[in-house]
């Protein structure tokens, strides 16, 4: 990404150009930090590896990106599996 000038946002520029879109979107209570969040997870739950979320938000380690896959494989098997849970048992 690049400033109105064609050079290249410094991580603060982008930070305060970020808050300036979400403001005038209305979206008050995003922040940079939610919005990187929220892409990875849906990355994650979209299917991607560890490899390729460290190549997307410029992780080094798997620290961080097995976060978000544990999360989504999580849900994964959650929502393929609840059909096993029968309604009738629990309520007894």
Known sequence: MVTE???PFSV???G???REWCDEAGL???TTYGL????AMIAAQNGATDDELMAIFGWTTKKQTTLYTKQA???KLAAGSIHKVEIGTICR
């Open 5 to 7: 000038y064609g050079k």
């Open 16 to 18: 305060k150009k970020i």
């Open 28 to 30: 008050f209570h995003c």
């Open 73 to 75: 494989n999580r849900r």
């Open 12 to 14: 603060n520029g982008l």
């Open 36 to 39: 990187r969040k929220a892409g």
